[in-house]
């Protein structure tokens, strides 16, 4: 058996290890230190447009917080795009509140303007109004922002961007993770860049990143005794996985080029395709980091389907995976209200996400094509 091709692997870029050793040679082995506060200076310079970022340990506690910051609670209601990874959702579920889904619109994959506005006036009409939006960039695909942020200001429901799967992807050139109320990203062992674990809550506010790190570190009132008036958490980043993240700073335009990279790849490989399309930006003004690249398959006549490519793909050991099932489909969240057609439902039936890692070589490339090309 051939070597396993991962859909997307940690890629290192060479200096992580001198930021870790030197964490281990001046003893800041902790959930603070000069790594997490020089990883939290990097992301404000990449993001730019005055961001202030709080390093924490997942992608998940970011989203959470975000949520706590914006004061959801018990019995409300947050509006959230269906189709997206189940971490988006879950810390409204964390938190008591109720989510809301809603349907993709069918050229970004992501949030539809339209169902949205539709969701919020039905939710008002009912009695409650939603107390934030979250919105996702699948795949490293900007949402319609623009659109989503007239909304989120028409009705003045702050908005949670999830940028998870975006950093370094760009709408109207200024970066992902700086255009919610609250952003967040994600450096998990698969995103684009890692520190193993981590994540990041992003926002304009300096009292908001002074929140989040309050709220991270068990929000300890400032007393020389352990004194609460607040419920905390511990969601803090170590400043060895921060020193991961420093030395992945330095690659990251890189490794955003070389993803793209990869996109070009596979819309060569299956340029001369009819039934397959390779998932592109559909506007001049958006920018993906292309995190995963993504195809859509008609199935045909001579039985071609997203499933067969993955099944073949699979017996050279080579990963890829259907699209995100959208939220309202899941088992836990069938009660949910849902706002939409069955855009989201159809891109997760024609929809697969092939290896798109920064770090696969030549040979593994050619793994790809020729297993590919035994198809047509
Ligand atoms: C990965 C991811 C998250 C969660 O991030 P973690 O760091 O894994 O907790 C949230 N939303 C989306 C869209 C993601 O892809």
Redesign the pocket.
Known sequence: MNPKIYLSSPHMGGNEQTYVNEAFSTNWVAPLGPNVNGFEKDLEHYLGENSRVAALS????A?HLALIILGVERDDEVICQSM??S??ANPIVYLGATPVFVDSEPDTWNMSPDHLEEAIKDRISKGKKPKAIIA?H?YGMPFKVDEIIAISKKYEIPLVE?S??ALGSTYNNKKCGTFGDIS?L???G??IITTS???ALVSKDDAIKEKAIFLSTQARDKAPHYQHSHIGYNYRLSNICAGIGRGQMEVLDHHVALRRKMNLFYKDLFQDWEEVSVFSEPAENMYSNHWLSCITVDETAHGLSSEKIRVTLEEDNIESRPLWKPMHLQPIFENAPYYGTIISENLFKKGLCLPSGSNLNPMELKRISSKIAQMQ
């Open positions: 997942s992608g998940t506690a989203l997206t990874f971490a988006t996702v699948l999830d998870a799967e967040i994600s450096f998990n698969n995103k674990g981590g994540g």
